[in-house]
């Protein structure tokens, strides 16, 4: 079981960047994805999550992104996306997808159990 996140990088402020996270080792849309944040100094925050293809396929976005980010995924290519558009400053941190490995779940999940390496998404002003 592995999920593998991609697609960070520098941009600057309004600026849009699509994160990546590719599972190997299971199928992913019968679980929960979800995608976290944590910045230097802060708490790790949940940004986005979705349910899986086999409950109501929901999806969920903090506040904090709601009407920038949109979460989706691509079953042929067994990975979950992040969009994040009109990106801030205060969006700068490493970005971590994680699956609850509960089959059928739906957001929020009752906890996560497999945690990807992060992405670094860093937002110039």
């Known amino acids: 079981v592995q999920l593998q996140a991609s697609g960070g990088g520098l941009v600057q402020s309004g600026g849009s960047l699509r994160l990546s996270c590719a599972a190997s080792?299971?199928?992913?849309?019968?679980?929960?994805i979800g995608w976290f944040r944590q910045a230097p100094g802060k708490e790790r925050e949940g940004v986005s999550c979705?349910?899986?293809?086999?409950?109501?396929?929901?999806?969920y976005v903090a506040d904090s992104v709601k009407g920038r980010f949109t979460i989706s995924r691509d079953n042929a290519k067994n990975t979950v996306y992040l969009q994040m558009n009109s990106l801030k400053p205060e969006d700068t941190a490493v970005y971590y997808c994680?699956?609850?490995?509960?089959?059928?779940?739906?957001?929020?999940?009752?906890?996560?159990?497999?945690w990807g390496q992060g992405t670094l998404v860093t937002v110039s002003s």
């Open positions: 994680a699956t609850d490995w509960a089959v059928g779940s739906s957001c929020p999940p009752k906890g996560y159990h497999y």
């Open positions: 080792g299971f199928t992913l849309e019968y679980y929960v």
């Open positions: 979705i349910s899986s293809s086999s409950s109501d396929g929901s999806t």
